[in-house]
């Protein structure tokens, strides 16, 4: 069964500074997705940006960017200019061939410092 | 705008009350999903479903059920409350594209 990691349970930055939340996971398959999720205090669950494994360039999303290690089943989201909009849950998660579901990380608090 | 709609977003129930989250998705989706998020914990799988009138539990199916009688909707029953459920109860949805759609989620308090 595939796995998610995310070693930090929080995380905190400056206004305008960058911050990478750290993403690790462990699979057999070769074909496969992994996506980054945002949770603000509002609740609702908003898709950040989506990596398809067999792309070797990293997705981009604005101030959002990813560097996807596959050799070494990393996954890390980089959060340029960092607003205190981006203060949320953040949550790493992988979808593969085994069904049509996402296997979530722990989550990662990221709290902004005006 | 596509949307997962749960009916409540704030639920306050007594203990061993029969209580229904109930989840709806316009998007024709055919799997539909049901976790509870706690602090430190994640989010953990309760039910999902591929298709209607389907249903498989997930990693943590006790004290629940479920029932999907129309593709866009998907209903999470408490057969009787507990204190122990007390939680963050988030739907989603998808189709055979990666990834989910989310509902607002669902605060519940049993006391």
């Known amino acids: 069964a595939q796995t998610v990691t995310q070693s930090q349970p929080e995380m905190s930055v400056q206004e305008a500074e960058t911050v990478t939340l750290s993403c690790t996971y462990d699979?057999?398959?070769?074909?496969?997705?992994l996506f980054w999720y945002k949770q603000p205090p509002s609740r609702q669950m908003i898709l950040v940006i989506r990596?398809?494994?067999?792309?070797?360039q990293n997705a981009t999303e604005n101030r959002f960017s990813v560097n996807f290690q596959k050799a070494a089943k990393s996954f890390s989201l980089k959060i340029s200019d960092s607003q205190l909009g981006d203060a949320a849950m953040y949550f790493c998660a992988y979808w593969g061939n085994a069904g049509n579901m996402l296997t979530f990380g722990g989550g990662t608090r990221l709290m902004v410092k005006p | 705008d596509v949307k997962v709609t749960q009916s409540s977003r704030y639920l306050v129930k007594r203990t061993g009350e029969k209580v229904f989250l109930e989840c709806v998705q316009d998007?024709?989706?055919?799997?539909m999903f049901w976790y509870r998020q706690d602090p430190g914990l994640g989010l953990r799988l309760i039910y999902f479903?591929?298709?209607?009138?389907?249903?498989e539990k997930g990693d943590i199916p006790e004290g629940y059920s479920v029932s999907r009688e129309k593709k866009e909707r998907f209903s999470l029953i408490l057969e009787s409350a507990s204190t122990n459920q007390t939680s963050m109860y988030l739907c989603a949805s998808s189709s055979t594209t990666p990834g989910y759609t989310f509902g607002s989620g669902t605060r519940l308090t049993v006391v």
């Open positions: 990596q398809e494994a067999y792309k070797q």
């Open positions: 998007m024709d989706h055919e799997n």
């Open positions: 479903s591929y298709d209607v009138k389907m249903k």
């Open positions: 699979t057999s398959e070769s074909d496969y997705y």
